[in-house]
Every structure is written in structure tokens, then in C-alpha cells.
């Protein structure tokens, strides 16, 4: 596994439960402010999903992931309701649910 990908792994298990962030703030926070397309492709083969919350990352607009690696965005909702985010029309309101990387929990 490279760098880049154990960085994503990191930054992404720290999110905690009932919030999410972004592939943009990943990128930046592993200092690669360019590369959200690398944090998805990260995400898309992470090891471990249950392990790695890659379900509580969505896009700079709140969206799901369309192809969702681990069972399509029905599943992502889902375990993103499940964890007490709110999920209408396959959007996630950022202003809400939002997970900057500031906080270490």
C-alpha cells in the first residue's frame, strides 16, 4: 500500500460517526490539495470498509458517491442514516454534518 493511500486511511478514520467530509478535504489535509480523484480511487479500494469509513466521505456538494465501492449509494445512505446523518435526494447537507479534520475524535 502506498503512502498516499495509508495518508487517506488515516485522515478518513478519523471522522467521526454522524458526520462527514470531503474527498477536497482529504486531499488537503494529507497536504495533496489537488488530488480528490486520488482520494476517491483510495477509497474505491480501501481494505478494510468497515474498519475505514469511507461511506462518511462525500463530494464538495454533499453528494453520494454515485458507484459506491461497497454496495452502491443505497448502501452508503444507509449507513450514513444509520449513524444519525441525514440523507435526502442523495445529498448530504454539509452546513450540517460537516467534519473539517480539525477535531482528533
Not at 71 to 81: K, N, P, Y
Amino acid at each position: 500500500m502506498s503512502n498516499f493511500y495509508e495518508a487517506v486511511y488515516e485522515v478518513v478514520s478519523r471522522v467521526p460517526k454522524g458526520k462527514v467530509t470531503t474527498y477536497g478535504m482529504i486531499a488537503r489535509a494529507i497536504g495533496h490539495p489537488k488530488a480528490s480523484r486520488q482520494v476517491g480511487n483510495a477509497l474505491h479500494r480501501n481494505p478494510t470498509p468497515v474498519v475505514i469509513p469511507c461511506h462518511r466521505v462525500v463530494n464538495r456538494e454533499g453528494r453520494l458517491a454515485p458507484a459506491f465501492a461497497f454496495g452502491g449509494m443505497e448502501i452508503q445512505a444507509a449507513l450514513l442514516r444509520a449513524e444519525g446523518v441525514e440523507v435526502e435526494d442523495g445529498r448530504v447537507d454539509l452546513q450540517k454534518y460537516f467534519w473539517d479534520g480539525a477535531s482528533r475524535t
